[in-house]
């Protein structure tokens, strides 16, 4: 009898241990739940699911729809610096007026669309520069020891550490006429006077690349890591050289990795500020200063929303069109 009933007992104490809520002293299945337990059980999954939905409600979409609403809107002197939209007319009538003269004073005004351009071009040269330094680089981190990878990612990660602001006023005492590089070259021999470097368009790419470099090195990373190395040593045995192998092995299954990085740093480079205000001098007239302008400087709220709407529909139309494009590919690839 003590035999048989040896494994029984630790059977169901095993049961008792493994059931939810169960203690050593029994099962708890029939403690009744408290209120927050049943809401919990009850919305939980649903409030895990509407967090993210409501972050992007919150702090996307709802200051989107205030600037699109003073962006239809007229100026004024006044707080705040437009006129309302939506007016009760004797009679209890409503009155809605939209004003659609902001977005048509910037294609007749040629600042905004030499702004416009200006960044468009340097954010794309910007990116192209970043994604040239950046793939060897995260090609190099991908393929190197676990104990030296871990070192170059604290390397790529460090200028995190620091203010943005300290790091790009760093780059102002670099690039100076009495700055580290100059007096290098002088010292050297190989200028007689300094070159002018700040304030230029050299400057400008130096700045933004620098700044941005890490936000293109870790997307390729992420894509390089994951790379299966027999593929390339299938295509090696095939008698493929090195570099057609990383034209037609290496290279394709790294684009996700270069579209993530080079949307990274494409879209805040087209919006830049800080960079061209110190870096680019007062030659240099981007977006972000246009819109900084028109803010606080001429505080014609109305314009500076039609700036911002217009760069921000200008931006996410084609991310939108390519990820639908990409899906769709994708798509048809799983179905073939």
């Known amino acids: 009898m003590t035999g048989a009933a040896g494994p029984e007992a ?3 104490a095993e049961r008792t241990w493994a059931s939810p809520g169960a203690s050593p002293g029994g099962p708890d299945r029939d403690r009744p739940l408290t209120p927050i337990q049943r809401l919990v059980a009850r919305f939980g999954r649903g409030l895990v699911i509407a967090t993210p939905y409501g972050w992007l409600l919150l702090f996307f979409l709802l200051p989107f729809i205030i600037v699109l609403k003073i962006s239809f809107a007229e100026f004024r002197l006044g707080v705040p610096p437009y006129t309302p939209l939506v007016t009760w007319l004797e009679g209890g009538y409503l009155h809605l007026k939209l004003a659609l003269g902001n977005y048509l004073f910037l294609l007749d005004d040629p600042l905004y669309i030499t702004a416009y351009l200006t960044s468009l071009k340097v954010a794309l040269v910007s990116t192209v520069i970043a994604l040239l330094i950046g793939y060897p680089m995260a090609y190099a981190i991908a393929r190197s020891t676990p104990p030296w990878r871990s070192v170059f990612l604290l390397l790529v990660i460090l200028p995190f550490w620091t203010s943005f602001l300290i790091r790009v006023y760093a780059w102002i ?8 590089i100059n007096n290098a070259l002088m010292a050297l021999g190989v200028i007689d006077e ?5 304030n230029t368009e050299v400057s400008l790419y130096v700045g933004i690349v620098y700044s941005y470099l890490p936000f293109m090195v870790l997307p390729l990373y992420a894509t390089l890591e994951k790379l299966d190395v027999s593929l390339l040593e299938a295509a090696a045995d095939l008698g493929s050289r090195p570099f057609k192998t990383f034209l037609t092995v290496t290279l394709p299954l790294s684009l996700p990795g270069i579209v993530a990085g080079s949307m990274l740093v494409f879209i805040p480079a087209v919006g830049e500020f800080v960079i061209p205000d110190l870096l680019g001098g007062a030659d240099t007239l981007m977006i972000g200063k246009v819109l900084w302008s028109e803010f606080f400087s001429n505080r014609d709220w109305p314009v500076a ?7 921000l529909v200008f931006l996410v139309v084609p991310i939108v069109i390519f990820q639908h494009h990409q899906q769709q590919h994708a798509d048809r690839t799983e179905a073939g």
């Open 305 to 311: 929303s039609a700036v911002a709407i217009a760069m």
């Open 10 to 12: 630790r059977e169901q």
């Open 173 to 180: 005492g670099i690039l100076k006429n009495n700055g580290l």
């Open 194 to 198: 300094p070159l002018p470097l700040l």
